[in-house]
């Protein structure tokens, strides 16, 4: 196997540790024993006796999966006179074909922006909920880009200016969990909404965390989960990244209404909440895929926000060059790294196309290009790096993410492209496509941040970059630590 193989497997390998269907039979189990149905959920045990309906909802990449898995596992209780029925916004392109859950297409694929069939999602979703009663038990399948698949702007603002802000944030380099807070005061469906509206006597959320940390109001901006954000906390980042007001007035006037409202809470609702995978999960199932071919790994699932695409594309270069030139047969030589970084965006008449892995990867090769010819010659031979998103989706583009290869370099050669002009315009996507460095996976059905992997050959201790370190990097075990 080549390194470019053996990468692209490891960060497979990954990402099928994340798939909803092998997360949701791990932690939900059906029990039937005689007259008797239990349910377990996340290690807590319902008897199916004390409901009629089993009601499921949900938003997010992976959740048709989800649902799809535990339609598997809840069937047999139709036949024992229980109805499932519900309602789970979806992205186009992630559809699977679902008996009793009914799905809705909330936006295109490859297109991660609120839509008007997202908002009559969300209002079909609420109106369920609301339509509960006390012998119904409701699971809430939440994964990530559920934000995008439940829009609910309330009253005094529109869809177009909910867009507005996601666009202008986004491109400011405001991190996920910045954006979710200002998106869940004005929402009617976020900040722990939907749950708001619930009337059911039980609310079970499953979780698949795209957010680092898993801070669960932050995940899907938090629709069945209690905030413990405010208004004021909404302001305050738009007075960060929006300190001229250029957004439109009325995005202040709906969160300066709410400043001291409180949101009422349903009456004997019990809820539970299990996270079932997140990034960790997926990085250390790439781990053991690369110990299985051989690899000293090591690895880091961060649990904050990481900074810019371009500094984390650069620090991963550093780190390949010094497991590339290690003098030790002990040290690592294989990476494995998991994150979301923020790109920022260049002006809108200069700036390309791409997302925030492409732009990394472009960030890690101009970072090479810096490096001695002895030690670049090397990187183009031994080192492959890859950055794709576990969704299989990477900004408003079909790639899933980008990689450097001895392929990349070759092509690259003969391109003639300057990569730093690519870089500074935000323009990985083309950059890529030109030579070969694009990787297209499709929707995978997932969505836990993203998964990065460097390989590399170690080169002999009288290579003649042997004794180059290169700057302000770590050393790998530190990544190891972490």
């Given at each position: 196997?080549t390194?470019?193989?053996?990468?692209?497997?490891?960060?497979?390998?990954?990402?099928?540790?994340?798939r909803?269907?092998?997360?949701?039979?791990?932690?939900?189990?059906?029990?039937?024993?005689?007259?008797?149905?239990?349910?377990?959920?996340?290690?807590?045990?319902?008897?199916?006796?004390?409901?009629?309906?089993?009601?499921?909802?949900?938003?997010?990449?992976?959740?048709?999966?989800?649902a799809?898995?535990?339609?598997?596992?809840?069937?047999?209780?139709?036949?024992?006179?229980?109805?499932?029925?519900?309602?789970?916004?979806?992205?186009?392109?992630?559809?699977?074909?679902?008996r009793?859950?009914?799905?809705?297409?909330?936006?295109?694929?490859?297109?991660?922006?609120?839509?008007?069939?997202?908002?009559?999602?969300?209002?079909?979703?609420?109106?369920?909920?609301?339509?509960?009663?006390?012998?119904?038990?409701?699971?809430?399948?939440?994964?990530?880009?559920?934000?995008?698949?439940?829009?609910?702007p309330?009253?005094?603002?529109?869809?177009?200016?909910?867009?507005?802000?996601?666009?202008?944030?986004?491109?400011?380099?405001a991190?996920i969990?910045?954006?979710?807070?200002?998106?869940?005061?004005?929402?009617?469906i976020?900040g722990?909404?939907?749950?708001?509206?619930?009337?059911?006597?039980?609310?079970?959320?499953?979780?698949?965390?795209?957010?680092?940390?898993?801070?669960?109001?932050?995940?899907?901006?938090?629709?069945?989960?209690?905030?413990?954000?405010?208004?004021?906390?909404?302001?305050?980042?738009?007075?960060?990244?929006?300190?001229?007001?250029?957004?439109?007035?009325?995005?202040?006037?709906?969160?300066?209404?709410?400043?001291?409202?409180?949101?009422?809470?349903?009456?004997?609702?019990r809820?539970?909440?299990?996270?079932?995978?997140n990034?960790?999960?997926?990085?250390?199932?790439?781990?053991?895929?690369?110990?299985?071919?051989?690899?000293?790994?090591?690895?880091?699932?961060?649990?904050?926000?990481?900074?810019?695409?371009?500094?984390?594309?650069?620090?991963?270069?550093?780190?390949?060059?010094?497991?590339?030139?290690?003098?030790?047969?002990?040290?690592?030589?294989?990476?494995?790294?998991?994150?979301?970084?923020v790109?920022?965006?260049?002006?809108?008449?200069?700036?390309?196309?791409?997302?925030?892995?492409?732009?990394?990867?472009?960030?890690?090769?101009?970072?090479?290009l810096?490096?001695?010819?002895?030690?670049?010659?090397?990187?183009?031979?031994?080192?492959?790096?890859?950055?794709?998103?576990?969704?299989?989706?990477?900004?408003?583009?079909?790639?899933?993410?980008?990689?450097?290869?001895?392929?990349?370099?070759?092509?690259?050669a003969?391109?003639?492209?300057?990569?730093?002009?690519?870089?500074?315009?935000?323009?990985?996507?083309?950059?890529?496509?030109?030579?070969?460095?694009?990787?297209?996976?499709?929707?995978?059905?997932?969505?836990?941040?993203?998964?990065?992997?460097?390989?590399?050959r170690?080169?002999?201790?009288?290579?003649?970059?042997?004794?180059?370190?290169?700057?302000?990097?770590?050393?790998?075990?530190?990544?190891?630590?972490e």
């Open positions: 196997m390194l470019t193989e053996d990468a692209l497997a490891i960060w497979s390998r990954g990402v099928d540790g994340v909803p269907q092998r997360l949701i039979q791990e932690q939900v189990q059906l029990t039937i024993t005689g007259q008797t149905s239990l349910l377990k959920i996340g290690g807590r045990s319902f008897r199916c006796s004390d409901f009629d309906r089993l009601v499921v909802i949900g938003a997010g990449k992976a959740t048709a999966a989800m799809a898995s535990l339609e598997a596992i809840l069937e047999p209780l139709v036949a024992r006179g229980l109805t499932i029925t519900g309602i789970i916004s979806i992205p186009e392109g992630t559809e699977v074909p679902l009793f859950v009914r799905s809705l297409c909330g936006r295109p694929a490859g297109k991660n922006e609120p839509t008007p069939a997202g908002v009559e999602a969300a209002r079909a979703m609420v109106r369920l909920v609301e339509q509960c009663g006390p012998r119904d038990l409701v699971l809430a399948l939440i994964s990530g880009g559920g934000s995008a698949l439940l829009p609910l309330l009253p005094g603002l529109s869809l177009a200016d909910k867009l507005e802000v996601t666009r202008f944030l986004s491109a400011a380099g991190p969990e910045a954006l979710n807070v200002v998106r869940k005061h004005l929402s009617g976020k722990g909404k939907l749950a708001a509206a619930c009337r059911a006597g039980v609310l079970v959320t499953l979780v698949l965390s795209d957010v680092l940390g898993d801070p669960l109001d932050l995940i899907a901006s938090g629709p069945t989960i209690p905030d413990t954000s405010s208004p004021q906390d909404a302001l305050q980042v738009l007075a960060r990244f929006d300190p001229q007001q250029q957004l439109p007035r009325s995005v202040y006037k709906v969160l300066e209404r709410q400043i001291g409202m409180s949101l009422e809470q349903p009456r004997g609702l809820r539970e909440v299990f996270v079932i995978g990034n960790a999960v997926a990085v250390d199932a790439a781990a053991i895929e690369a110990e299985r071919r051989g690899y000293r790994h090591a690895m880091s699932s961060s649990r904050r926000s990481e900074g810019t695409a371009q500094w984390v594309g650069e620090h991963l270069a550093e780190m390949g060059i010094a497991m590339l030139i290690s003098h030790s047969a002990e040290d690592p030589n294989c990476l494995i790294t998991g994150g979301e970084p790109v920022h965006l260049a002006p809108v008449e200069v700036r390309g196309q791409g997302g925030r892995n492409q732009q990394l990867v472009l960030a890690a090769v101009c970072r090479f810096r490096e001695p010819h002895s030690i670049l010659r090397a990187v183009q031979e031994d080192l492959v790096l890859l950055s794709l998103g576990t969704d299989g989706e990477d900004g408003p583009t079909d790639a899933a993410g980008a990689m450097i290869s001895k392929h990349f370099w070759d092509q690259w003969r391109s003639g492209l300057d990569p730093y002009d690519y870089l500074q315009r935000n323009d990985a996507y083309h950059f890529f496509a030109q030579t070969g460095g694009l990787i297209r996976t499709g929707p995978t059905g997932t969505n836990v941040c993203d998964l990065r992997v460097v390989l590399c170690p080169q002999s201790d009288h290579h003649p970059g042997a004794d180059h370190h290169p700057g302000a990097s770590a050393e790998p075990e530190e990544i190891a630590e």
